[in-house]
């Protein structure tokens, strides 16, 4: 099958493109070479890297970046938009019904069972309510697109998503190195996104807080493989940077220790999963989060974005309901799709999937970062039957997905413009209204034909250019 | 008034003393190594002994005879400067600079993390495979010119807070330990009743502790030219406008002090500890020091200025 490419409609550049393609042309493929090199030497000297798991030889790694953009055009965008808000208040509305009176469920509009024995749901989170009743305040949206108008959500990262600095440094790189193509072509800023985080996060504060709220970002530590995405936002916020280590509780309220002593805290911009967020709640082993942290939260001292018990909104399981989801709480359909997914939980779709592994998509439920999943056109035919004796042992674990035609987007090789496929990471910030900045990250997957596009596994990056047209 | 809107967090002042302090050692390694190099290129009666003064003056020597049975240029340097079992190795510090750099990233300006970050690179380029002998002095430059372009960029792109003083305070701690070191190593040669005939392995030895913290040039702008060990001594202890004196750096420590007490407006012991010490070197003699006995001197601002250390740390909680 041929994928849609969003840059070239056989002989002609599609719309969006045709400014950059004019450019394109114009220039000497050498000199392209060279930047690409200017922007690797550009990453490696400002420490973006990354840690991959299970890889101690390579402890810091670049994330590859392309320099050919990743265009989309205004009304492209603003039809995006609507789906994206119309989704991230259906599932803020659905977190708030789920730890309260569960009338999704007593409608019958979605089982029981999926919540009742889901990892992902946090019975520690019944009945709180969050200030400013808010439950995931940052939101990736990962979206894929195989026609003209077709996208579709992949997922949704509704816990403690990253990337977002990937999306600001590619810019920032791209007009280092082109700073004559964003005169030439008028892109929509996206560098205002971590002033729109500070304000998103401040407009959440608890009740209590008078004045300026004290804001921090709470990381695992610098081993952590998305640090220097932690300490970039603290950075561009204007925002402390803190361990569990800097942090007690000390009269009902949260402080991190300074060189003056303890000083409360807000709001928490938490980047630590909800198991490790406080040992006296979660895992008791846990030193990365807070011992009592939960108690101040459950008093309405301290605002904790992403709220715990999250997870159970962006869960696999519960992604297949999205749509009913959408529709409950907005009283609307989905304006944006998602994509048709067997539960294998469910005899008859699970008998389908085996039957058809080789067509399908097939991930686990609670995995991420495209670990222990089987891309069934993909795969041989002895990981595809050692992949369905798995899917046998726990079904439950387990949804199938047809495998899409990603669209494709161009990235420079040695031998020019190749297409690769590609999605899409718009952030969405959530609390007093819903604040989106035109752009994402856009994934790609750089080996020739490969849909896989997560970083983990050999995906790179590329610049995100909504058009202000 | 300034500074209170600021918050630092107790570790992060920690991260940026140790990233500071391990930078100067850093530098002071490799000047450590360029000293012993220039005396195994003169004949001296025993390159060994050489040797294993500049391991005592590194503070590694116990570990250092752990690992090897002999010393020899080869082994010492490979020690100084590349094993990473030696944790004030020049790549282990800068390791572990870089790490803590990489822990206070937010306090940094972008300058800075890019300079630490940049010398990081290229030393861990230089210092992967053992040195041959031949690149040895480009490889020695190589590392005062990356620490010098950090101490460029924080110098001149900081701002002149709390961030930027307990940068500073561990940059000068680490420095007068050094100094303190190198010259309690080679304090008898400094000894006014040994008997000292202006003999040319004398001269040669003074030369050496000179050098080994940048000074044999401008010790003869200051002195006239003539090594006299008091002169020698008055100039790496007493002479303020000395970068690499003891009492240059415990002045640089003071003021940060200070500026701290003021900007927090509360005053804690680490400020009298060092500045009991401050006086104390502002007026002294040489011959005060002399009498005193030098080493024991030594000795004790070594033990003094680690004591400052912990002081500072818990001045300003460094940790819980």
């Avoid at chain 1, 849609?4 to 394109?24: I, K, S, T």
């Amino acid at each position: 099958m041929t994928a849609f490419d969003e840059m070239r409609l056989g002989a002609r550049a599609r719309q969006p493109y045709e400014a950059y393609e004019d450019w394109f042309n114009q220039q000497d493929a050498g000199r392209l070479n060279e930047k690409s090199l200017d922007a690797e030497r550009v990453f490696r000297r400002t420490g973006i890297t990354f840690a991959v798991y299970g890889d101690t030889e390579a402890a810091e790694r670049l994330i590859p970046f392309d320099i050919v953009p990743r265009i989309i055009s205004g009304k492209e965008w603003r039809r995006l938009v609507q789906g994206i808000e119309q989704r991230v208040q259906a599932l803020n509305a659905f977190l708030d019904d789920i730890y309260h009176r569960q009338e999704i469920l007593r409608a019958g509009r979605i089982p029981k069972e999926i919540i009742a024995g889901n990892e992902a749901f946090l019975p520690e989170m019944i009945g709180v309510r969050p200030p400013g009743g808010v439950y995931t305040h940052i939101i990736g949206v990962d979206i894929v697109r195989t026609e003209e108008n077709e996208f579709f959500v992949l997922e949704d990262n509704a816990r403690t998503p990253s990337g977002v600095s990937y999306m600001l440094e590619n810019r920032e790189t791209m007009m280092q190195l082109f700073p004559e193509l964003f005169q030439k072509i008028k892109v929509l800023p996206v560098e205002n996104y971590p002033q729109l985080l500070r304000e998103s996060l401040g407009a959440v504060r608890p009740k209590g807080c008078e004045g300026k709220p004290t804001i921090a970002v709470l990381t695992p530590g610098s081993f952590n493989s998305a640090y220097f995405e932690h300490a970039f936002l603290a950075d561009q916020m204007g925002v402390e940077l803190v361990e569990g280590q800097d942090l007690r509780v000390i009269d009902g309220r949260v402080a991190m220790r300074t060189t003056q002593g303890y000083k409360p805290i807000d709001v928490l911009y938490r980047r630590v999963d909800d198991d490790f967020l406080d040992p006296l709640t979660f895992r008791p082993d846990s030193a990365l989060g807070v011992p009592g942290i939960m108690d101040v939260y459950r008093a309405g001292n301290i605002a904790i974005a992403n709220a715990p018990g999250t997870g159970i909104a962006d869960d696999k399981a519960i992604y297949s309901y999205m749509p009913e989801i959408v529709e409950f709480y907005t009283g609307r359909k989905a304006i944006l799709q998602n994509v048709p997914t067997w539960r294998c939980a469910e005899a008859d779709s699970l008998a389908y999937v085996l039957e058809h592994l080789e067509e399908l998509v097939v991930k686990e439920v609670h995995g991420s970062g495209g670990y222990g999943m089987l891309v069934g056109p993909a795969a041989s035919k002895k990981e595809r039957e050692a992949f369905a004796q798995k899917l046998k042992a726990r079904p439950a674990n387990y949804i199938a997905q047809p495998t899409l035609s990603l669209s494709t987007c161009p990235i420079l090789t040695d031998g020019g413009l190749a297409p690769r496929h590609v999605d899409l990471r718009p952030f969405v910030l959530v609390s007093d209204r819903i604040r989106i900045v035109p752009g994402g990250l856009t994934r790609v997957a750089l080996k020739e034909g490969s849909l896989v596009v997560n970083s983990s596994q050999g995906g790179g990056t590329k610049d995100t250019w909504v058009l202000d047209d | 008034m300034p500074g209170t809107l600021l918050m630092l967090l107790g570790r992060a002042a920690n991260g940026l003393y140790w990233m500071s302090r391990y930078i100067e050692r850093a530098e002071n390694m490799a000047r450590l190594v360029d000293t012993g190099q220039r005396l195994a290129l003169t004949q001296t009666s025993s390159p060994a002994d050489e040797w294993a003064s500049v391991m005592t003056s590194a503070g590694v020597r116990d570990a250092f005879e752990q690992c090897y049975d002999e010393y020899d240029a080869r082994s010492v340097s490979d020690f100084l400067l590349r094993d990473l079992s030696n944790s004030s190795s020049v790549m282990a510090s800068m390791e572990t600079a870089r790490m803590n750099a990489r822990m206070v990233r937010t306090s940094l300006t972008r300058e800075v993390w890019e300079s630490i970050n940049e010398a990081w690179m290229a030393l861990r380029r230089m210092l992967t495979r053992p040195i041959d002998e031949r690149d040895m002095p480009s490889v020695l430059d190589a590392i005062k010119r990356e620490t010098a372009l950090i101490r460029g960029a924080f110098q001149g792109t900081m701002l002149r807070n709390e961030i930027f003083d307990f940068a500073q305070i561990g940059t000068l701690m680490e420095r007068a330990d050094n100094t303190a070191r190198i010259l309690d190593v080679k304090y008898y040669i400094l000894l006014p009743s040994a008997t000292w005939v202006g003999s040319s392995l004398d001269n040669h030895q003074w030369q050496l502790i000179l050098r080994s913290v940048s000074a044999h040039r401008s010790y003869r702008w200051n002195y006239e030219g003539d090594y006299q060990p008091g002169n020698i001594a008055h100039y790496l202890i007493l002479n303020r406008r000395m970068p690499r004196s003891l009492a240059f750096c415990y002045r640089g420590i003071c003021d940060s002090l200070e500026f701290l007490t003021e900007e927090y407006g509360t005053r804690h012991k680490s400020l009298d500890r060092a500045g009991a010490k401050l006086s104390k070197l502002k007026t002294a003699t040489v011959g005060d020091i002399f009498d005193e006995g030098l080493h024991e001197f030594l000795s004790e601002f070594i033990r003094d200025n680690a004591e400052l250390g912990n002081q500072i740390a818990a001045d300003y909680r460094f940790y819980e």
